[in-house]
């Protein structure tokens, strides 16, 4: 990485935490209930998708049309499931390399952000204990449109009080990645999006992008 930056704003979903576990768990329940078919491919697809435009993906495989109310309560009875299992989240869910980047980037004088589409992103960073970790925390409750939209990257560079084109995302889902650009930001690719072209860096995980001594 070539360019100085003067943030980095990090998803917190696949790139700080894995609660992929959970989120496709709190689905599954749902959709069986329902009588839709839903698996893991599925799930992949909702990466980074907010929880509105979530239910719809699984919903092309339901049998019958929802009314919007009915797709609402679907929507809440899935974040029940869902809230009730981050509840068992503890530091073992970070993933490996976070917290050691986010240390090198705050010792190099970076300020450091959450961007992420989740409207649960404090109870998961208080459970893993990451609370007090960033300078800012931009997620689904401060936003409309959510990626690939680039609200939530705008959002955390104006907490931060600095500008776009200075900040350096890291995101795992290819929707976020697309925010990020569309937010005139670079961004690192890692896990399930490590190998989408359009990124401007790409590893497999924050891990392998640690030199170690
Ligand atoms: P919630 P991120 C995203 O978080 C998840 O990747 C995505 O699967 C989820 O649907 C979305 O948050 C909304 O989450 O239902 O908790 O508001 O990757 O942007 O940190
Ligand atoms: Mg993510």
């Given at each position: 990485?070539?360019?100085?930056?003067?943030?980095?704003?990090?998803?917190l979903?696949?790139?700080?935490?894995?609660?992929?576990?959970?989120?496709?768990?709190?689905?599954?329940?749902?959709?069986?209930?329902?009588?839709?078919?839903?698996?893991?491919?599925?799930?992949?697809?909702?990466?980074?998708?907010?929880?509105?435009?979530?239910?719809?993906?699984?919903?092309?495989?339901?049998?019958?049309?929802?009314?919007?109310?009915?797709?609402?309560?679907?929507?809440?009875?899935?974040?029940?499931?869902?809230?009730?299992?981050?509840?068992?989240?503890?530091?073992?869910?970070?993933?490996?390399?976070?917290?050691?980047?986010?240390?090198?980037?705050?010792?190099?004088?970076?300020?450091?952000?959450?961007?992420s589409?989740s409207?649960n992103t404090m109870?998961i960073l208080?459970?893993?204990?990451?609370?007090?970790?960033?300078?800012?925390?931009?997620d689904?409750?401060?936003?409309?449109?959510?990626?690939?939209?680039?609200?939530?990257?705008?959002?955390?560079?104006?907490?931060?009080?600095?500008?776009?084109?200075?900040?350096?995302?890291?995101?795992?889902?290819?929707?976020?990645?697309?925010?990020?650009?569309?937010?005139?930001?670079?961004?690192?690719?890692?896990?399930?999006?490590?190998?989408?072209?359009?990124?401007?860096?790409?590893?497999?995980?924050?891990?392998?992008?640690?030199?170690?001594?």
């Amino acid at each position: 990485m070539t360019k100085k930056y003067k943030a980095v704003i990090f998803d917190l979903d696949g790139v700080i935490v894995s609660t992929d576990e959970c989120h496709y768990e709190a689905w599954k329940m749902l959709a069986d209930e329902e009588g839709i078919y839903f698996d893991r491919e599925i799930n992949q697809r909702l990466r980074g998708v907010s929880r509105m435009e979530s239910l719809e993906i699984v919903l092309e495989r339901a049998t019958k049309e929802y009314t919007e109310a009915e797709k609402l309560e679907m929507a809440t009875r899935k974040n029940g499931y869902y809230v009730e299992k981050i509840k068992s989240l503890d530091k073992t869910a970070i993933l490996a390399g976070a917290l050691e980047f986010v240390s090198l980037a705050k010792n190099a004088g970076l300020k450091v952000a959450i961007g992420s589409s989740s409207k649960n992103t404090m109870a998961i960073l208080k459970q893993t204990g990451c609370e007090t970790l960033f300078d800012a925390i931009a997620d689904g409750n401060d936003i409309k449109n959510s990626k690939p939209a680039p609200d939530v990257f705008l959002v955390a560079a104006e907490k931060l009080q600095i500008a776009p084109t200075d900040c350096m995302v890291v995101e795992d889902a290819e929707a976020g990645v697309d925010a990020a650009l569309a937010a005139g930001m670079d961004v690192l690719a890692v896990g399930f999006a490590s190998a989408y072209a359009k990124a401007t860096y790409r590893a497999k995980s924050l891990d392998e992008v640690l030199v170690k001594k």
